[in-house]
């Protein structure tokens, strides 16, 4: 089994930065695909940014160029940069995998099958 763990949420000031971070525990050598993945009160969650285990990544239109996804895979750790913060990117977020590579043209939550707890964003408008 795998779990997942996120840390590194928070409150932040509109226009400031945070570091999301996520562990994976347990048996992950076939796991091709991570992501992140937010939800706002009374929202649906909606895809982030993924990643595949070759590095190659998708983001969602509305974070593009604010937010940088990334990985270390020797330590099983995936990372979400989040600059530039704005009160619409409050919620809570989640680290997801799955044990396939990324589907390439969307980052949807019906495609991952592996799911963390979640870490709260908090951006006063």
Partial sequence: QVQLVETGGGSVQPGGSLRLSCTAYGLTDNIDCMGWFRQAPEKEREGVAHINYDGTTKYADSVKGRFTI??????KKLYLQMNSLESEDAGMYYCAARRWACVSSAIRKIDFTLWGQGTQVTVPS
Avoid: P, T
């Fill in 70 to 75: 990334s990985q270390d895979i020797a330590r």
